[in-house]
């Protein structure tokens, strides 16, 4: 991971496998600031997010436990040992009861459970369009009608070519265009340790139908 003198995150590492994501989990990485994305913590507070929840790429597990805290039934999965270890870390110190396992987001139907609502914070920008594909289906796999997938990605209002691809309402819109219905999509932004830390995001409310 690329840094500034000072030890902070300059920009984010070049992801390009879950190795990498592991990897980047020897630090620091620029999208693990410690607390739920302030998006979430709003959704969570106004009882948006509800049922039992999953956590898909939930990397240290803050969103899980933020959940758990409000007697929710939460797992998280992630790719990444390391930040699936520091979150089983975290929810013992703060005396929570939260399931976390290693995980690969495109193989959801091999957990064979249902949830009422997935919460993705950075994972759906990752994929190429034929991984997004994937992802899709397997979301809609642990999703039963009515039940829903909130998510928060990079936007292309966000400047610059650094990070993952950034993604269009369109292309969202297009990409949950059957066997979903998308609620809302509004602009919103990811708190990170970068300087300057805010990024411009999109943050999706969608449906199964």
């Not at 948006?48 to 240290?60: E, F, H, K, N, Y």
């Not at 691809?165 to 509004?186: L, P």
Request: aromatic share 8%; glycine share 8%.
């Amino acid at each position: 991971m690329s840094n500034t003198s000072d030890g902070n995150p300059s920009v984010p590492p070049d992801i390009r496998s879950p190795d990498d994501f592991d990897e980047s989990y020897t630090g620091t990485p620029p999208w693990d600031i410690g607390r739920p994305q302030p998006v979430f913590l709003q959704l969570a507070e106004a009882g948006d997010i509800r049922g039992r929840v999953l956590d898909a790429g939930c990397g240290t597990g803050e969103h899980v436990l933020m959940v758990a805290e409000r007697g929710l039934d939460a797992t998280g999965v992630d790719s990444s040992p390391r930040a699936i270890a520091a979150a089983q870390r975290k929810a013992a110190d703060r005396g929570l009861t939260a399931r976390f396992l290693v995980w690969d987001a495109l193989k959801l139907a091999e957990l064979e459970e249902h949830f009422d609502t997935v919460i993705d914070s950075g994972l759906f920008h990752v994929f190429d369009d034929d991984h997004r594909a994937r992802y899709i289906e397997a979301l809609g796999s642990v999703l039963d009608p009515g039940a829903r997938y909130i998510m928060c990605c990079f936007s292309e209002r966000q400047p610059g070519d650094w990070g993952p691809r950034r993604v269009r309402q369109d292309e969202i819109r297009a990409a949950f265009s059957v066997g979903w219905k998308v609620e809302s999509i509004e602009a919103a932004h990811f708190d990170t340790n970068l300087d300057p830390p805010i990024v411009q995001a999109w943050l999706a409310i969608i449906a199964r139908s």
